[in-house]
């Protein structure tokens, strides 16, 4: 589904990015660890399309995507939440997914303000998905609240849930468990093999929770100082002596 070949990044006279190569296939959990500052972020921005990258080639259902704006790849199906959340935080619950979901009603303003037929059930079919998504992640009965007065790890759940109304292919989670508690790393881990399983979603995160990782991912693909450094199953990567060196013995 996703392939990363060769990916560089230059900032300057910095090379954040040094020959990283990666894949997802369909229906599968793929992690990307690394120290901070390895270059894991910069990596999926690069897959993103916001940032254009040095060198390399990044291939999504085999056509190229390099250099490719985000939101023509968000179009194509390849989605992504942030290390920080970015929500609508003035809106309320339902309204972010409602936003999401501008493309699926795809008619002009003229069909909207006259409230046409065809415009009114595809207004219906958007609020039915965001009503969907919304109960799925246990944020239903907070659909009227604004964005910006949930949880923290409510935020984050409503992320996630604001991705899937757009029916992503490839759902890309940037530290989906920051600052979550264990309970609710416990529900995100949940949540995150559900896509897999029960939604056919390939999942790529950044991570920085290890039992997190090693508990969901099918592959993991491990970066240091901007270059790969190991990739393999949770297993392989658990008894990979560079990784303990360069990062899990640091833990």
């Keep these: 589904m996703l392939e990363v070949q060769n990916l560089s990044m230059r900032f300057g006279g910095l090379l954040a990015v040094d020959g990283v190569s990666l894949d997802v296939q369909e229906r599968e959990i793929v992690s990307i660890i690394g120290p901070n500052g390895a270059g894991k972020t910069t990596v999926f921005n690069c897959?993103?399309?916001?940032?254009?990258?040095?060198?390399?080639?990044?291939?999504?259902?085999g056509k190229e995507v390099q250099g490719t704006p985000d939101y023509k790849i968000s179009r194509l199906g390849m989605v992504r939440t942030f290390q920080h959340v970015r929500l609508f935080t003035k809106m309320s619950v339902a309204e972010n997914l409602l936003v999401a979901q501008h493309r699926h009603l795809n008619t002009n303003?003229?069909?909207?303000?006259?409230?046409t037929p065809n415009y009114k059930k595809r207004e219906q079919k958007a609020l039915d998905r965001a009503a969907y998504w919304l109960e799925?992640?246990?944020?239903?009965?907070l659909a009227n609240r604004e964005a910006g007065n949930l949880a923290y790890g409510q935020q984050r759940r409503?992320?996630?849930?604001?991705?899937?109304?757009?029916?992503?292919?490839?759902?890309?989670?940037?530290?989906?468990?920051?600052?979550?508690?264990?309970?609710?790393?416990?529900e995100l881990n949940q949540l995150i093999v559900s896509l897999k399983e029960d939604y056919n979603v390939s999942v790529v995160l950044i991570?920085?929770?290890?039992?997190?990782?090693?508990?969901?991912?099918?592959?993991?693909?491990?970066?240091?100082?901007?270059?790969?450094?190991?990739?393999?199953?949770?297993?392989?990567?658990?008894?990979?002596?560079d990784v303990i060196k360069a990062y899990l013995g640091e833990a």
Excluded: W
């Design 207 to 241: 991570e920085h929770d290890m039992s997190l990782v090693m508990d969901i991912s099918d592959r993991i693909n491990v970066i240091n100082q901007g270059r790969p450094l190991a990739s393999g199953t949770p297993e392989e990567i658990r008894q990979n002596d």
């Design 136 to 141: 799925r992640v246990g944020l239903l009965d």
């Design 47 to 61: 897959m993103s399309g916001f940032y254009k990258p040095s060198g390399g080639k990044i291939l999504f259902e």
């Design 109 to 115: 303003m003229l069909a909207g303000l006259l409230g």
């Design 158 to 186: 409503l992320e996630i849930a604001r991705c899937m109304v757009t029916e992503p292919k490839l759902l890309m989670l940037d530290e989906p468990a920051a600052g979550l508690n264990p309970a609710e790393t416990k």
